[in-house]
């Protein structure tokens, strides 16, 4: 859950409301849904980046001569990083205008950001370290 409250969460995908089963999808038809499909576009971008370096790191293991760097694999990593900080961004710029849809079955405007927020701008954090690690990090036998 990216808003929290009392009797809902909220995340990019959907808004469920505490102890029931209602789960509204949210479509274009809330309130700045275009920086909800950024925040869904870049933080799936992240994903792929992420599992791209690691394939590429993989074959960069192989590959790579003694003592050479694995830049390509730092360079994908740090797009990935750069992908999450974009969203968590964005959605830390545009959360109060995201949550006054009329669309939405309770008042979702008085909340608390959520575990899978604070969870983004761990990863940011992470991934940015680990892109550096990786353009620090050299081949050895």
């Known amino acids: 859950a990216w808003w929290v409250g009392e009797n809902f969460s ?7 409301v505490t102890n029931t089963t209602t789960c509204t ?3 274009d038809q809330f309130n700045d849904y ?9 933080m799936i971008l992240s994903t792929i980046f992420c599992c791209v370096a690691f394939l590429v790191f993989i074959l960069q293991l192989f ?12 360079i994908i990593q740090l797009l990935s990083c750069l992908c999450v900080m974009i969203a968590a961004s964005i959605y830390t710029d545009r959360h109060e ?16 950001y959520g575990y899978s927020f ?14 550096v690690m990786y353009l620090v990090l050299r081949k050895r036998k």
């Not at 590959?63 to 730092?74: N, P």
Request: with cysteine; proline share 2%.
């Open 118 to 131: 604070i969870l983004a701008w761990i990863a940011f954090a992470f991934t940015l370290i680990s892109g």
């Open 34 to 42: 275009p920086s909800v499909q950024a925040v869904q576009a870049t």
């Open 10 to 16: 909220t995340d990019v995908w959907r808004m469920c």
């Open 25 to 27: 999808a949210i479509t």
């Open 63 to 74: 590959r790579l001569k003694q003592g050479e760097r694995f830049v390509l694999t730092s």
């Open 97 to 112: 205008e995201l949550h006054k849809s009329n669309e939405y079955n309770i008042e979702v405007s008085q909340g608390q």
